[in-house]
């Protein structure tokens, strides 16, 4: 059995303007010890769709469909106060800017302990010396000094290896890292991204990546989902989707990654904006962005076809190239 099974899961925001559909029948299953990434632009539903697993949005947001499984036990509607058993002790977060995560009126000290008396039945001298102890494993140094120190006194990759620390403090059986390396530099993400690989192999947990950068997915997940427009695309192994991507946003995706071979030449940037959520076209929501799209493609929404055992994808295009197959192997006989 799945550490978690999601299956299409809905989630909505009911706005003055309309029902936004923020996520649209979402469905997936996280093995222990894997990583998982989400990919998209953002308002793709990669955020929301986290948010719903741990039933953290905003007030004007609900889950509207769906299961979230988590070793069994349905999620979804199981109320508040099942949640809070969850969240810390089974799935922790880290959010994506730590500066807006910790509150800078505490020192680094008192909301570790704080988290690790909540979710734990450690007293408070126990607190503390777990706090110190986790501050080790991500590789702050002088953590009893840094315990003192507040949330301004430490440089931004500090911040968030503080923030790695704290979810990882109750030993969660799946951390779910939201953008954690964006507002970092490039060495720093280096850095971050490595200290979660050897964590991850340490502690054996599940990762949930939700990123943009598809060299953080190449680097860190095993499997990858493709979102657009609140919905899955593409969904299978990370070198299935580098190696043979089978959706148009996934391909769009791709080119547009600088790499070594094409210096000197310009990066060809997916066209237009994401798709008005409060109004959703019949067909495609990619459709008005897609440089292959056919006339099918905007009449009708193509389901998800299954390419191999590790991989599908919902686009026309693969409908398309398995009826020019069918056609010549007929052709053939």
Same mark, same amino acid.
Not at 225 to 251: L, N, R
């Given at each position: 059995?799945? =550490?978690? /099974?999601?299956?299409? &899961?809905? #989630? ?8 936004? +559909? $923020? %996520? ?87 909301? =570790?302990? /704080?988290?690790?008396? &909540?979710? #734990? ?8 010396? +777990? $706090? %110190? ?89 095993? /499997? ?107 052709? /053939?006989?």
């Amino acid at each position: 059995m799945s =550490l978690l /099974e999601v299956k299409n &899961l809905q #989630t909505s925001f009911f706005t003055d303007a309309g029902e936004v +559909r $923020a %996520v649209n029948g979402v469905s997936f299953n996280l093995e222990r010890g894997k990583v998982l990434g989400i990919v998209g632009e953002s308002g793709s539903g990669k955020s929301v769709t986290a948010y719903s697993i741990m039933q953290i949005l905003a007030d004007t947001g609900k889950i509207v469909g769906g299961s979230v499984k988590l070793d069994g036990q349905e999620l979804v509607g199981a109320g508040e106060k099942v949640m809070r058993t969850v969240r810390g002790n089974k799935i922790s977060i880290i959010f994506q800017d730590p500066m807006t995560s910790l509150n800078p009126t505490y020192t680094i000290g008192h909301q =570790l302990m /704080e988290a690790i008396m &909540l979710h #734990t039945d450690r007293n408070k001298q126990q607190a503390y010396e +777990r $706090a %110190v102890e986790m501050l080790k494993l991500v590789n702050v140094n002088e953590p009893e000094r840094r315990m003192k120190q507040y949330p301004h006194e430490h440089s931004g990759g500090m911040r968030q290896r503080v923030m790695i620390a704290m979810a990882l403090a109750c030993e969660p059986d799946i951390l779910i890292a939201d953008e954690p390396t964006t507002a970092l530099d490039v060495t720093i993400q280096a850095q971050i991204l490595e200290l979660m690989q050897s964590l991850q192999r340490e502690l054996g947990m599940a990762i949930i990546m939700i990123t943009h950068d598809l060299g953080v997915v190449a680097q860190l997940c095993d /499997e990858v989902i493709v979102m657009y427009a609140g919905s899955i695309c593409e969904q299978g192994t990370a070198d299935e989707i580098f190696y043979h991507p089978c959706h148009e946003y996934t391909k769009g995706l791709m080119r547009s990654i600088p790499s070594v071979d094409s210096a000197g030449t310009k990066l060809k940037p997916i066209t237009g904006t994401p798709i008005d959520l409060l109004n959703m076209p019949k067909g495609c929501p990619f459709a008005p962005r897609c440089d292959a799209a056919m006339k099918i493609c905007i009449q009708q929404r193509c389901e998800r076809m299954q390419i191999n055992d590790d991989h599908a994808a919902a686009c026309w295009m693969n409908v398309k190239a398995a009826m020019e197959r069918q056609s010549d192997e007929g052709e /053939e006989a």
